[in-house]
């Protein structure tokens, strides 16, 4: 089973709102990363936090971490449309393993 | 830029041949990763590899062998393409751990694969 998990599936949202996804894990963690998927393109990292952080910013980009719940929220505010794409949350397995969720699609209408 | 290029970004192949998907880095990194992805089911780990001529199965390694001569260069081998294997590959690659942490990692633009 997917060490992360995202929520929800998919998103549409008009162009300047906000968008937040979510991301539910199930073991103890050492990092959180998430990940920028444009249509059919490789993935780009976006930001990662660490396990005793509890919150990161990283220009629009908004991620909060809480390990007693073991979810994590990444939030883009003031969206435009060249933030549509897919976007995924990773967890590290141990060692040199990183499980990526199944992703969220964000779709930002102009 | 770390720079991670793929030999093809689309490859149509038939079933029972042999596939050679290659990867590519200029970052002097010393690890590598070959992904499958699927929809619904996120990245899935085949190999990776943490050196050179060093390699360990991910998650779905049957039906794939890896190669890696060189640092810069790791390849996915399909030895006899089956329909099942039609996915989009990704390869990826990080600098050493450190630490008890994996760094993020740097991917390539995928390889669409088809196999008919």
């Known amino acids: 089973s997917q060490q992360g998990e995202e929520d929800p599936q998919a998103l549409s949202i008009q162009e300047g709102e906000n968008a937040t996804m979510n991301c539910s894990y199930k073991?103890?963690?050492?990092?959180l990363q998430w990940y920028r998927q444009n249509s059919g393109r490789g993935l780009v990292h976006l930001i990662l936090?660490?396990?005793?952080?509890r919150e990161k910013h990283s220009g629009r980009l908004r991620v909060t971490l809480d390990t007693s719940k073991k979810s994590s929220s990444l939030l883009i505010t003031a969206s435009r449309a060249a933030d549509t794409a897919s976007y995924f949350c990773?967890?590290?397995?141990?060692?040199?393993?990183?499980?990526f969720g199944a992703g969220t699609r964000l779709f930002v209408k102009a | 830029d770390v720079k991670v290029t793929q030999s093809s970004r689309y490859l149509v192949k038939r079933t029972g041949e042999k596939v050679f998907l290659e990867c590519v880095q200029d970052?002097?990194?010393?690890?590598m990763f070959w992904y499958r992805q699927d929809p619904g089911l996120g990245l899935r780990l085949i190999y990776f590899?943490?050196?050179?001529?060093?390699?360990e199965k991910g998650d779905i390694p049957e039906g794939y062998s890896v190669s890696r001569e060189k640092k810069e260069r790791f390849s996915l081998i399909l030895e006899s393409a089956s329909t099942n294997q039609t996915s989009m590959y990704l390869c990826?690659?990080?600098?050493?751990?450190?630490?008890?942490?994996?760094?993020?990692?740097?991917f390539g633009p995928g390889t669409r694969l088809t196999v008919t």
């Open positions: 990826a690659s990080s600098p050493p751990l450190t630490g008890v942490a994996p760094y993020e990692q740097y």
């Open positions: 936090i660490r396990s005793n952080e």
């Open positions: 970052m002097d990194h010393e690890n």
């Open positions: 990773a967890t590290d397995a141990g060692g040199f393993k990183t499980i």
């Open positions: 590899s943490y050196d050179v001529k060093m390699k």
């Open positions: 073991t103890s963690i050492n990092n």
